[in-house]
């Protein structure tokens, strides 16, 4: 019992004298791995803030153009079984359902609103545009648009039918609207051989989501205004948009809809569901390729940082071939000296870990707070670089990186256990 106690007083002995050494030759500015340590440091520091940004900018543009694409048409669209596949309302959906006004057969669903939309032109006295008047009623949830608001007020619908409208700054520009401005809309009628329909609109607001494929296309107002023009009554819409709490489980919540959205007794009234990830399909396979670079960006610079590691190990290990062999004369086996290796490196990979960090969630803060870095919209859907700071993702990432280094770097230390003792002191 003294003995294995005596033995491992030795051992932690030689792994405080063996520390000790080792820190006064970092502080060393003359000694060979000083410039190699620092590297590694600086290696791991900025691994450690490319994967930080390339996370946080991924997974920050995905939310961001999700958000957009959901504020514009719910997450999960139910319409009727027409094969209309264009953005018109053509047949009516009565509002009177049993997943109306509340969806209570489907957990996890925020909201449902009924909607209507319908191709016109806007004519003013210089220029016109094409455009997609989208109807909403007083369900309709505002807060999806309302940070995309740049001037003006959300036009009211919940009250007597007015003229107001949301207009995007696209429009407004190409157009030369500006708000309270009134413009002439002319909607073609079922009958193609009768006169287009005419509607005065005012413009309540502008808004500027970035994505120019709404801009260009969208204006807002009272869906009365299509009721009226469509000659439907009432209780009657063009589709309705659901929202749903978790966008990862938007295939399975559209299956659910679906399914529960049915007339069993009647065949002829089947309601169409479409998810957003379906009818934008395009867009959502872009962004599933940000999933694989981020994934080749954080393996690159692990890959890196490891490697900057393993250098300064052996560095370390090399220069100290001398000690090495003492130590062991004196009695340490080869793990407890590799072991002190290890804590050594560890104790480097956490400087460059917080120097990493500290960096890394510095920029991130500060493209959140001032967004100095801007994208194109007609390419990225966004005008800033949206960023998304998430301290758990920050976590394991560092985790991961020092995990991944000390693994590997047992490698390398294994040279400790091929250095002969008698060689060692003899070596210069």
Known sequence: MYLCFESNRTNLNLEYFIAKRLTASKQNKSSISAPIINIAIAAIAIGMIMMIISVATGIGLQQKIREKVAAFNGHIIVSNFDGNQSEVSRDPISINQDFYPKFKSVSGISHIQAVATKAGIIRTESDFEAVIYKGVGKDY???NLKEYLVEGKLPDVSKNLNAQVLISKYISERLHLKVGDKFNTFFMKDDNNKLPNRRYFEVAGI???GFQ???ATY?????????RINKWKPDQVGSFEIFIDDFNQIEQKGNEVYNNTQNKQDASK????QT?????????????????????????????ATINMIVALLVLILERTQMIGILKALGANNWTVRKIFLFNAFHLIIRGLIWGNIIGIGLIIIQQQFGIIKLNPESYYVNVAPVYLDWMYILLLNLGTAIVALIVLLIPSYIVTKISPVKAIRFE
């Not at 204006?219 to 009721?227: A, L, P, S, T």
């Not at 957003?276 to 690159?300: G, H, M, P, T």
Request: charged content about 20%.
């Open 141 to 143: 949830d505002w807060n």
């Open 207 to 209: 808004y500027n989501s």
């Open 213 to 215: 494929e709404f801009d």
């Open 219 to 227: 204006i807002i107002g009272d869906i009365r205004h299509i009721q």
């Open 270 to 273: 089947t309601l169409d569901t």
């Open 276 to 304: 957003i990830a379906e009818k934008y399909f395009y867009i959502f396979e872009w962004l599933q390729l940000f999933d694989f670079n981020i994934i080749v960006i954080l393996v690159i610079m692990i890959i890196v």
